[in-house]
């Protein structure tokens, strides 16, 4: 066998193992059947092959929400963006090249074009390291999604928006409770790390949106208080007692 056929055949047994988790997630994790039934109950049911497994060709992503979208303003539509809106990407924007994503944030600048986010929920199949990973990132994602449900969010042009599910996202997955049992019986402490956790990993996602990335910091202190303590649709933090 070639090295090429090999690497196919390596690629396929991630997306097997990670659509694995996705169906286990689905079938048997409350929290994602939890949040999929509030996307239902609020009027936006997740369409088929809402959530998938992508190649993110080593990119150092455990997941994501939305792929870029950017439909033309100019008169011909002859240009290179011509069909890019009807094709079905089997790769996340991040494994394109940051001048791309660049240009494309230009162009709308320079009012030639509108980008939008497709609502659709990726885990980077290399990268997940289990079936509770596998969860936490759709958690996560998922959350993102309800928040576009839930209001006009624009997170592509809105960084205080941006900021906001991030930090609800962060907060809510439950990926910054890892270290629970370490610090279990230290609460104000915990809850101390919890906040620092989730502001310090929100900061690193407002910043890979190029209209964000310069005063990230800013946006997400701005909103930590008030989106740290939303929890919808949840009645409380779910990992905490
Ligand atoms: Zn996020």
Not at 13 to 20: A, L
Not at 125 to 148: K, W
Not at 225 to 233: G, I, N, V
Request: net charge neutral; glycine share 8%; charged share 25%.
């Amino acid at each position: 066998m070639d090295t090429t056929s090999q690497e196919e055949k390596g690629k396929a047994e991630f997306k097997k193992t990670c659509d694995g988790y996705i169906n286990q997630g689905l079938q048997s994790n409350p929290t994602i059947q939890f949040l999929i039934q509030n996307l239902v109950d609020m009027g936006c049911p997740p369409p088929a092959g809402f959530m998938r497994c992508l190649d993110c060709e080593g990119k150092p992503v455990s997941g994501g929400f939305g792929m870029l979208q950017e439909d033309s303003m100019e008169k011909s539509s002859s240009s290179s963006l011509k069909g890019e809106r009807s094709n079905f990407r089997d790769k996340p924007d991040c494994t394109r090249p940051r001048q791309d994503i660049l240009d494309q944030f230009q162009r709308e600048k320079d009012g030639k074009s509108k980008l939008s986010l497709r609502p659709e929920i990726y885990i980077c199949q290399e990268h997940v390291a289990g079936p509770q990973h596998a969860n936490t990132i759709l958690a996560h994602e998922l959350i993102h999604a309800i928040d576009m449900c839930r209001s006009k969010m624009d997170p592509l042009h809105n960084c205080m928006h941006l900021a906001c599910t991030e930090i609800r996202a962060e907060n809510l997955s439950g990926e910054c409770n890892m270290s629970w049992e370490f610090m279990r019986g230290k609460l104000d402490g915990w809850l101390g790390h919890g906040q620092k956790c989730v502001r310090r990993r929100a900061i690193d996602s407002v910043r890979a949106n190029p209209n964000c990335t310069k005063n990230a910091a800013a946006y997400v202190d701005a909103a930590m208080e008030r989106c740290y303590k939303d929890t919808f649709p949840f009645e409380r933090h779910p990992n905490q007692a």
